[in-house]
Nanobody
Framework: QVQLVESGGGSVQAGGSLRLSCAAS????????MAWFRQAPGKEREGVAT???????RYANSILGRFTISLDNVKNTVYLQMNNLKPEDTAMYYC?????????????????WGQGTQVTVSS
């Protein structure tokens, strides 16, 4: 069993920044997919950013150029740096992990999820 613990959420004004962290209880290897998802009230959960093998990244168009996903292999922690936040970024943010390869860009492929951290952006 893998535990993912998120932190770093909070309330900020539009234009502000936050950095989310997700600490994994199992080593993140080259065959591990790590991703951030978010779910706003009344909306489906959507992918925000994915990092594969600690190198390859992919972002949702809505946050491209504003958010950056990164990985610290030593700390087994993935980060999401969020800059120039907008009210539409308000959501519960979830960290997810998939171990052992597979398709890193399909939400249903992720077997481990964190409890979520709330991000609220006011205008």
């Amino acid at each position: 069993q893998v535990q993912l613990v998120e932190s770093g959420g909070g309330s900020v004004q539009a234009g502000g920044s936050l950095r989310l962290s997700c600490a994994a209880s199992r080593s993140i290897t080259s065959r591990t997919c790590m991703a951030w998802f978010r779910q706003a009230p009344g909306k489906e959960r959507e992918g925000v950013a994915t990092i594969v093998s600690g190198v390859f990244t992919r972002y949702a168009n809505s946050i491209l150029g504003r958010f950056t996903i990164s990985l610290d292999n030593v700390k087994n922690t993935v980060y999401l740096q969020m800059n120039n936040l907008k009210p539409e970024d308000t959501a519960m943010y979830y960290c997810a992990a998939r171990y052992g390869g597979g398709d890193c860009f399909i939400q249903s492929e992720y077997g481990y999820w964190g409890q979520g951290t709330q991000v609220t952006v006011s205008s």
